[in-house]
């Protein structure tokens, strides 16, 4: 199958800093790539769809001021945490769309303290 | 819009026994039903998938079932091997954006 890298895979960071996840598609172009979190014992939960050269479309209850995506090119997307804060912790994980079927980066852990 | 349920919550079985995991989708232009296994801190992991024009599909000891009517499918896991044991899910999708809609997911054990 393809192959999706997610850097960093772990982060911790402070209440009120930034955090920015990066989301590559090493060898095929992703027109389209999803972002989700994943909760301890909880099934994915998408937060947005990215589509390259366009902004992306949130899911209800995502706030997307807070969550900002970027899809500049076929091959990178890049999920900006902007004032994190204790409830942000959780595991993001990217996926690469390869119709139908996705293709998931490792993960991402956040930490936020 | 779509929902996906998955059952049971968690399963147990013996080493060489079946597993069989069960998802039911409420949206029927729902076309494509791929399951994935996830392992503890790991990225999901496509197993096997099924289109909407076909009813069954098998990969080695791994199959899976789908009845359009009913609007369920199944994951079927023949011949349980201890590397078997993770969470599996189940999701549905369809039409142009092809987001997943998953289930909640299916803790399976194999004991030894």
């Not at chain 1, 409830?87 to 996705?102: N, R, T």
């Not at chain 2, 096997?48 to 069954?56: H, L």
Request: charged share 20%; proline share 4%.
């Amino acid at each position: 199958g393809a192959v999706v890298s997610q850097h960093p895979s772990r982060v911790i960071c402070k209440s009120g800093t930034s955090v920015k996840i990066e989301c590559r598609s090493l060898d095929f172009q992703a027109t389209t790539m999803f972002w989700y979190r994943q909760f301890p014992k909880q099934s994915l939960m998408l937060m947005a769809t990215s589509n390259e050269g366009s902004k992306a479309t949130y899911e209800q209850g995502v706030e997307k001021d807070k969550f900002l995506i970027n899809h500049a090119s076929l091959t990178l997307s890049t999920l900006t945490v902007t004032s994190a804060h204790p409830e942000d912790s959780s595991f993001y994980i990217c996926s690469a769309l390869g119709v139908p079927e996705q293709y998931f980066g490792p993960g991402t852990r956040l930490t936020v303290t | 819009g779509e929902n996906v349920e998955q059952h049971p919550s968690t399963l147990s079985v013996q080493e060489g026994d079946s597993a069989v995991i069960k998802c039911t989708y409420s949206d029927s232009a729902s076309n494509y039903f791929p399951w994935y296994k996830q392992e503890l801190g790991k990225r999901p992991q496509l197993i096997i998938d099924i289109r909407s024009n076909v009813g069954e599909k098998k990969d080695q000891r791994i199959a899976v079932t789908l009845n359009k009517t009913a609007k369920h499918f199944s994951l079927h896991i023949t011949e349980t091997q201890p590397e078997d044991s993770a969470v599996y899910f189940c999701a549905a999708s369809k039409g142009s954006n092809y987001q997943l809609i998953w289930g909640a997911g299916t803790k399976l054990i194999i004991k030894p």
